[in-house]
């Protein structure tokens, strides 16, 4: 039956997993610290907040990187979703990254959307497995879920 997506495939799917692994580059300073530009540049945000024992200090966040990092993980959660087992070639390396991402702790719709993937991975699994697709395996099932689980219990 092929989806007429597929083909296009290896050229979205990396571009997505580079972005969800995008860095935030959160950065704590003194606020005395001549390093004020940083938070001039486009894309930034900062926040200074007095820490006792340790007086203020400025918190910087790459908000641009942020917000490229949840749109990726969300479009890669609704790839999954609609290709089901077509999307299997792709169901490790997007666990692999995505899994970690559950505990993300700088932004909720990041965390919200590695989440919401992990049954559609394990579904996409089981479906190619169902279909015989190469590579698929209860074997390969198993470990998925086993790779998912902790971080799926530790967040709820």
């Known amino acids: 039956r092929g989806d007429p997506s ?25 606020v005395d610290d001549e390093d004020g530009d940083q938070e001039d540049e486009e894309g930034m945000e900062s926040v200074t907040v007095n820490i006792r024992g340790q007086g203020n200090k400025r918190i ?3 908000t641009s990187a942020l917000e490229e990092k949840a749109t990726a993980c969300s479009m890669l959660h609704s790839y999954v979703a609609d290709l ?16 970690p991402l559950i505990k993300f702790q ?7 959307a590695a989440m919401m993937a ?7 699994c089981i479906l190619a497995l169902a279909k015989g697709a190469s590579g698929a395996s209860a074997a390969l099932v198993s470990q998925l879920l086993c790779f998912m689980l902790e971080p799926i219990l530790e967040q709820l």
């Open 60 to 62: 910087t966040i790459r």
């Open 84 to 99: 089901k087992e077509a999307f299997f070639p792709y169901v490790q390396e997007v666990a692999t990254i995505l899994v």
């Open 106 to 112: 700088y932004m909720d719709e990041v965390r919200t």
């Open 6 to 30: 597929q083909p296009s495939l290896p050229f979205v799917i990396p571009p997505l997993l580079a972005s969800a692994q995008l860095d935030p580059e959160l950065h704590v300073t003194d």
């Open 118 to 124: 992990m049954p559609e991975l394990l579904d996409s």
